[in-house]
């Protein structure tokens, strides 16, 4: 437990620091993609988002895919621990599919705040934000307590 707490409060800054070009070009073009099926009218430069209403939204740090990995995967150390004192192997595939689905969650999530000013309102500053996160804790803890009790199992 104290290793994820000191991964999350200072390793993941630091790594967070070294590699937030790629992780920002990644979430880029994951949402690019998103947007291209969705939204084709919406132009990408870089991290930025133009749609043709005027509106645009570039990605930053705090916004990246990587703090949502970083709470995740703490939450899931967390939950794991709370359920049984021990890891098994499939504790790290239930933590790859939890970051891949908080992964999923910020893309969409950029891909609708660069939709509209409005949507960006609603999403980023409005109800939606702490709707999202409510949203994101119960997916969260219901992956890894999923996760963790599939553990129980596999060791008995």
């Not at 070009?21 to 994951?30: K, M």
């Not at 570039?58 to 939450?75: D, E, K, P, R």
Request: hydrophobic share 55%; aromatic share 10%.
């Amino acid at each position: 437990m104290l290793f994820a707490l000191s991964a999350h409060l200072i390793w993941a800054p630091l790594l967070f620091r070294i590699f937030t070009p790629e992780i920002l070009i990644a979430d880029s073009a994951a949402v690019q993609m998103m947007l291209g099926l969705l939204r084709p009218d919406i132009s990408v430069i870089g991290t930025t988002f133009s749609a043709g209403n005027g509106h645009t939204v570039t990605l930053v740090g705090a916004c990246s895919s990587f703090q949502n990995i970083s709470i995740a995967s703490l939450a899931a150390v967390s939950v794991t621990m709370l359920v049984r004192p021990y890891w098994v192997r499939r504790d790290f595939l239930w933590l790859l599919a939890i970051c891949v689905t908080m992964v999923a969650i910020n893309v969409v999530r950029i891909g609708v705040l660069a939709w509209s000013f409005e949507n960006y309102l609603y999403w980023h500053n409005g109800v939606g934000s702490q709707l999202l996160a409510l949203f994101q804790t119960i997916i969260v803890a219901g992956m890894s307590y999923l996760g963790a009790r599939s553990g129980v199992s596999a060791r008995e």
